[in-house]
């Protein structure tokens, strides 16, 4: 009993042992024809420690690691390829990568991120061009620390970036003004439900936007124009959003039809809602503004709508009408209700009026005498 304990005592010994001489930290494989380190799915707490220096790939994957600072990745400027991806990390702090010089690739994603500060990405150098984030938020709560690290950590070189599966509701006006040379930007599986003046601002070197799997109903004139704004050559991916074709949709049906070369699955997308309309292409909808299609105004429901305002607009003027009448009668009822005071009064007023005229008559004889008028001057004076 007590010598097979010592034995494996000492096999884990010499195990280390090898492992030190070979410079592999325990618990991970290591590859130096490869440069290649692998620790995946080993339960590690943090970064291992005495990762060899030709490493250029390093994988640590499905581990327990929280956080991850600039400590975690000392002297390796070899690595190219860092996946950090399944890791349950909440926190990157700045500066996290600018130990890695060399840095092309990292693969954060499946992560519950929370804190992520402003220069987490950060890179002397600027060479990475792929940042995965997908699935990578605790929370939405997260997006304004995610925007403000993706303007302040330095990315100007930056090629891919993926930001699919994070529950996204909104994107934050010019999150990607400093990304100037991203190629493809993956929006994919979010909540988006509009597109902002802005939100691509700054994207002049984009080449493909995916936006399949959000919540997108429509895209309005604001969403349509900084859509327009993109670089000519950019393809968009509008699949799987819960396009509503009521009334309103023209615009955007208008602009995808014009818009084909650009939008690669515009042959693709159908309607949603309303369960009538399910299945109906987009595209077929394209001219529903148009004059004289009166027939696809009522497959949009426009017509229907409009009929509604005129009836609700018919109902009001007849309300109008019923009240004015109704104060009309009550005026009349009080008339004849008080027509002996008012014959009185109109008596009286007639016969004060005729005072007045005769006085006023009596006045203008005198004025227009000289002589008179001469007197009465002289008498004033
Ligand atoms: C990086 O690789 C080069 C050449 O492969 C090597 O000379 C250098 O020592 C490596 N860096 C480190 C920190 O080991
Ligand atoms: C990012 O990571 C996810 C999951 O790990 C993967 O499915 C996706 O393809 C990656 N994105 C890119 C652009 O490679
Ligand atoms: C995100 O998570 C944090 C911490 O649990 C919480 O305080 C916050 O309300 C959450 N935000 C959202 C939008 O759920
Ligand atoms: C979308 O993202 C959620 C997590 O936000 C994930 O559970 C789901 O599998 C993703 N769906 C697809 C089709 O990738
Ligand atoms: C977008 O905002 C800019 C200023 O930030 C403004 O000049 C421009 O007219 C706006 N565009 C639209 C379509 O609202
Ligand atoms: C819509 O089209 C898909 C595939 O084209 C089909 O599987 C589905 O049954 C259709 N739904 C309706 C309501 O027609
Ligand atoms: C669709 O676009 C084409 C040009 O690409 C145009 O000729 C046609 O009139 C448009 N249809 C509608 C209904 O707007």
């Given at each position: 009993m007590q010598g097979l304990a010592l034995r494996m005592i000492f096999s884990a010994l010499?195990?280390?042992?090898?492992?030190?001489?070979?410079g592999c930290p325990l618990r991970?494989?290591?590859?130096?024809?490869?440069?290649?380190?692998?620790?995946?799915?080993?339960?590690?707490?943090?970064?291992?420690?005495?990762?060899?220096?030709?490493?250029?790939?390093?994988?640590?994957?499905?581990?327990?690691?929280?956080?991850?600072?600039?400590?975690s990745f000392k002297g390796l400027d070899n690595i190219t390829t860092l996946s950090l991806s399944n890791n349950r990390i909440s926190e990157v702090e700045s500066?996290?990568?600018?130990?890695?010089?060399?840095?092309?690739?990292?693969?954060?994603?499946?992560?519950?991120?929370?804190?992520?500060?402003?220069?987490?990405?950060?890179?002397?150098?600027h060479t990475l061009r792929e940042l995965n984030l997908s699935r990578v938020l605790y929370?939405?709560?997260?997006?304004?620390?995610?925007?403000?690290?993706?303007?302040?950590?330095?990315?100007?070189?930056?090629?891919?970036?993926?930001l699919s599966g994070n529950r996204l509701i909104y994107l934050p006006p010019h999150t990607f003004s400093f990304l100037g040379a991203l190629r493809r930007l993956?929006?994919?599986?979010?909540?988006?439900?509009?597109?902002?003046?802005?939100?691509?601002?700054?994207?002049?070197?984009?080449?493909?936007?995916?936006?399949?799997?959000?919540?997108?109903?429509?895209?309005?004139?604001?969403?349509?124009?900084?859509?327009?704004?993109?670089?000519?050559?950019v393809r968009l991916l509008l699949g799987e959003n819960p396009w509503t074709c009521i009334c309103g949709l023209e615009p955007f049906a208008a602009w995808l039809n014009v818009s084909q070369g650009q939008v690669e699955d515009a042959g693709r997308l159908v309607c949603a809602f309303p369960?009538?309309?399910?299945?109906?292409?987009?595209?077929?909808?394209?001219?529903a503004h148009g004059e004289g299609s009166g027939g696809n105004r009522v497959v949009l429901g426009c017509l229907r709508v409009g009929e509604d305002a005129d009836l609700t607009l018919q109902t009001s003027y007849m309300f109008l009408g019923v009240v004015l009448g109704f104060v009309g009668l009550v005026f009349l009822l009080v008339l004849y209700l008080n027509r002996r005071g008012i014959k009185k009064r109109i008596m009286s007023m007639?016969?004060?009026?005729?005072?007045?005229?005769?006085?006023?008559?009596?006045?203008?004889?005198?004025?227009?005498?000289?002589?008179l008028s001469q007197v009465s001057t002289t008498a004033d004076i």
């Open positions: 010499l195990c280390s042992i090898s492992a030190r001489a070979s991970c494989e290591c590859s130096e024809p490869a440069h290649t380190v692998k620790c995946v799915s080993k339960d590690l707490r943090s970064v291992p420690s005495g990762i060899p220096g030709y490493t250029r790939n390093l994988f640590i994957m499905g581990n327990q690691i929280s956080r991850i600072g600039p400590e500066q996290t990568f600018s130990g890695l010089r060399s840095l092309r690739t990292l693969d954060l994603s499946s992560n519950q991120l929370a804190v992520i500060h402003p220069e987490a990405f950060t890179i002397p150098g929370n939405h709560s997260a997006v304004m620390d995610l925007a403000n690290s993706l303007r302040w950590s330095t990315l100007g070189q930056l090629r891919t970036l993926d993956i929006l994919a599986n979010n909540s988006l439900v509009a597109i902002h003046n802005g939100t691509f601002f700054g994207l002049s070197s984009l080449e493909q936007l995916d936006l399949t799997l959000n919540t997108l109903r429509t895209i309005q004139g604001e969403g349509l124009a900084e859509l327009d704004s993109l670089p000519v050559k369960p009538d309309m399910r299945n109906t292409s987009l595209l077929s909808l394209a001219g007639r016969d004060a009026c005729t005072e007045v005229w005769e006085g006023y008559h009596y006045r203008y004889e005198i004025d227009s005498d000289p002589r």
